[in-house]
């Protein structure tokens, strides 16, 4: 089992910035690939962001390319999530997810990963 637990949200202006960030425990933490995947009420979970188990290879959701940095430590066995020029959008929570890396095919695929955080909360206000 991996426990991942979010933190890091709240309420932001437009145009600010914001840094997630998830904590893993309870494997080895660089064998998985970590994803960031967002869901507003009413609508249906959507990717953010994933990285690689090396933090090597990154993946991003169109909307988010360039705004949006991913990134992991190993060694603190934690992924983070920097979103910047946000974007005055509907409150949504956003979910740090863990899969196998040897397992994973398809990054931006929520369905791939099989440990998911409670979410934290982001807010971007105009």
């Known amino acids: 089992q991996v426990q991942l637990v979010e933190s890091g949200g709240g309420l932001v202006q437009a145009g600010g910035s914001l840094r997630l960030s998830c904590s893993a425990s309870g494997r080895t933490f660089s064998d998985y690939a970590m994803a960031w995947f967002r869901q507003a009420p009413g609508q249906e979970r959507e990717f953010v962001a994933a990285?690689?188990?090396?933090?090597?290879?990154?993946y991003y959701a169109d909307s988010q390319k360039g705004r949006f940095t991913i990134s992991r430590d190993n060694a603190k066995n934690t992924v983070y999530l920097e979103m910047n020029d946000l974007k005055p959008e509907p409150t949504a929570v956003y979910y740090c997810a863990a899969a196998l890396e040897s397992m994973i095919l398809v990054y931006g695929l929520g369905s791939a990963y099989a440990y998911w955080g409670p979410g934290t909360q982001v807010t971007v206000s105009s």
């Open positions: 990285i690689s188990w090396s933090g090597y290879r990154t």
